[in-house]
């Protein structure tokens, strides 16, 4: 079972930047497709950004789409998740993600992932 921890959350500033890591042991995830998704107080968990296990296609919300960027470096096993220009509305727990199978649509369900962190919190302050 693959163990994903997430890091670089803190407390930033609108319109400011944070990059999240989130770095996988107990196995590869060089297969895996990855995603992110968070979750406010008092709402729901929700998607952000998907990556597959090539890098070659990327999926966002469109509430993050030009402002936030996933990448992957399957060397060091890790996923990154490029935060620019936030807004209020992105505080929240920051949930790194993954899947071993394969998708055929947008997976911007939790159904489509089976492993995930702990979460990092990102707290954008005015």
């Known amino acids: 079972q693959v163990q994903l921890v997430e890091s670089g959350g803190g407390l930033v500033q609108a319109g400011g930047s944070l990059r999240l890591s989130c770095a996988a042991s107990?196995?590869?995830?060089?297969?895996?497709?990855m995603g992110w998704f968070r979750q406010a107080p008092g709402m729901e968990r929700e998607f952000v950004a998907a990556?597959?296990?090539?890098?070659?296609?990327?999926y966002y919300a469109e509430s993050v789409k030009g402002r936030f960027t996933i990448s992957r470096d399957n060397v060091e096993n890790t996923v990154y998740l490029q935060m620019n220009s936030l807004k209020l509305e992105d505080t929240g727990v920051y949930f790194c993600?993954?899947?071993?199978?394969?998708?055929?649509?947008?997976?911007?369900?939790?159904?489509?992932?089976?492993?995930w962190g702990q979460g990092t919190q990102v707290t954008v302050s005015s």
């Open positions: 993600t993954g899947s071993a199978r394969g998708w055929k649509t947008k997976p911007e369900r939790e159904a489509d992932f089976g492993s």
């Open positions: 107990g196995g590869t995830v060089s297969n895996y497709g």
């Open positions: 990556i597959t296990w090539s890098g070659l296609s990327k």
